[in-house]
């Protein structure tokens, strides 16, 4: 079966910090990968999507950046954090199956930016 | 993209049905109608979709008007343990963008 997992689960970092958030997929081969951020009491947003191996489309401007380096793993990075980056970040993922598009979401990393 | 309207917030008691309506009626042909739920402080769990003909899974029913412009979903026995949010959203058969909106929370009272 699939699993996905997302590490850290929780983290509190200073403004202008660097972030590294990682997500694989285990027991699928070729996923379609995203990134989503859930601000406080409010709905998903996708950030970024990955159709395969170094191909990232983002989906809104932002100080944040995704990257592919291998078929299942998926790494959400910034350079320097602002306090607006604050939130629930969620990775999942989805095959290529009939009828319509599935996802499948990780646990999650919350992040508090001071 | 087609977007969906639900009621911002549902009450239940337990072993009781359940119905989380939800209406999109810009839905395209190709659009296929979704529903995920959050449980508090977890990533969203895919619960159902269909297309055209009501669906049904173990976790619950999708009931899908004859003209597509609205959907229910059914919980036959609501728990404690469903409690959380619901989100209807629509999405067509090509890779992803599965825009989430505010969804309905469901409250289930013991």
């Known amino acids: 079966s699939q699993t996905i997992h997302q590490w850290p689960a929780t983290l509190v970092q200073p403004v202008g910090s660097p972030l590294s958030l990682e997500c694989t997929v285990e027991?699928?081969?070729?996923?379609?990968l995203y990134w989503y951020r859930q601000a406080a009491g409010r709905g998903l947003q996708l950030l970024f999507y990955?159709?395969?191996?170094?191909?990232i489309s983002s989906e809104v401007p932002q100080n944040l950046s995704a990257s592919r380096p291998q078929d299942r793993q998926f790494i959400l990075s910034s350079k320097k954090l602002l306090l607006s980056d604050s939130g629930f970040y969620l990775c999942?993922?989805?095959?290529?199956?009939?009828?319509?598009?599935?996802?499948?979401f990780g646990p999650g990393t919350r992040l508090l930016v001071l | 993209d087609a977007k969906t309207t639900q009621p911002n917030s549902m009450e239940s008691n337990e072993e009781e049905p359940v119905h989380l309506p939800c209406n999109h009626s810009?839905?395209?042909?190709?659009?296929?109608i979704h529903w995920y739920r959050q449980l508090p402080s977890q990533g969203p769990e895919y619960v159902i979709h269909?297309?055209?003909s009501n669906v049904n899974n173990r976790m619950a029913s999708l009931a899908i008007a004859e003209d597509r412009k609205s959907s229910t979903l059914i919980l036959h026995r609501a728990t404690l343990r469903d409690a959380a949010v619901y989100y209807c959203?629509?999405?067509?058969?090509?890779?992803?963008?599965?825009?989430f909106g505010q969804g309905t929370i469901l409250t289930v009272h013991p």
């Open positions: 999942a993922w989805s095959g290529l199956e009939c009828c319509g598009e599935t996802q499948y």
């Open positions: 027991g699928t081969s070729n996923p379609n």
């Open positions: 990955s159709v395969g191996i170094g191909q």
């Open positions: 810009t839905i395209s042909g190709t659009d296929y």
């Open positions: 269909g297309l055209t």
């Open positions: 959203i629509l999405g067509g058969t090509s890779y992803g963008k599965l825009t």
